[in-house]
């Protein structure tokens, strides 16, 4: 079965604080995708970014950065110089795995992010 | 416009009435997927779709109907609405690389 774990239920930073947020994950599967999520105050679900398992090449987009490592089965999402429009519910996800072969994707429960100004 | 959307956008109904929430994209992705989320459980799958007439359970299906005649729409009806139904309901699609793209949501209240 895969399983997405966030430990972090709440983050509050203040502005311009750097915050990163933990994801880990169980799967079977040697080749799977990863993904975040994120849900602001308006409610809709954003797609940040996928991972292929086979790629652990670290990746920048602006102030987003993430990590994956699959040694340790994780993929750690850093937003650098936070500012209030980030604060959101962010969910980290798993799937495409071919045992599965359905694409359906396992999320984590998600951590809220609260940055102050 | 392109893109996946759901209506209506907030619902409120009543203890035992038949509701179908409406969800169409426009991208012809094969996947499809309705989800409902609630505090404390995150984001749960209800019912997902590879193709036209092909659907299949996913974790909390109980309570609730699909169907698939296009592959651009994927109605999800709930037969008999009970108050634990009360929830935000996402509908999301994708194609075979796997990220999902999702709809607005539905807010729905069953009095």
């Known amino acids: 079965a895969q399983k997405v774990t966030q430990a972090q239920t709440e983050i509050s930073v203040v502005e311009k604080e750097d915050v990163t947020l933990d994801c880990v994950y169980e799967t079977r599967d040697t080749t799977y995708y990863l993904f975040w999520y994120k849900q602001p105050p308006s409610g809709e679900l954003v797609f940040l970014i996928r991972?292929?398992?086979?790629?652990?090449q670290n990746e920048i987009s602006g102030r987003y950065s993430w990590n994956f490592q699959k040694s340790t089965s994780s993929f750690n999402f850093t937003i650098t110089a936070s500012q209030v429009v980030d604060s959101a519910v962010y969910f980290c996800?798993?799937?495409?795995?071919?045992?599965?072969?359905?694409?359906?994707?396992?999320f984590g429960a998600g951590t809220t992010v609260t940055v102050r100004a | 416009d392109a893109g996946i959307t759901q209506s209506p956008r907030y619902k409120i109904t009543e203890t035992g009435r038949q509701v179908t929430l409406m969800c169409h994209q426009t991208w012809s992705h094969s996947y499809m997927f309705w989800y409902r989320q609630d505090l404390g459980h995150g984001l749960r799958l209800i019912y997902y779709?590879?193709?036209?007439?092909?659907?299949d359970k996913g974790e909390v299906p109980d309570g609730y109907v699909v169907s698939r005649s296009k592959t651009e729409n994927f109605p999800l009806t709930l037969e008999s609405a009970t108050r634990s139904q009360t929830s935000v309901y996402f509908c999301?699609?994708?194609?075979?690389?796997?990220?999902?793209?999702f709809g607005p949501g539905t807010r729905l209240t069953v009095l």
């Open positions: 991972r292929n398992s086979f790629d652990e």
């Open positions: 779709s590879a193709a036209a007439d092909i659907t």
């Open positions: 996800a798993l799937g495409g795995g071919r045992t599965t072969n359905d694409y359906k994707l396992s």
């Open positions: 999301a699609s994708s194609h075979q690389s796997g990220e999902q793209f």
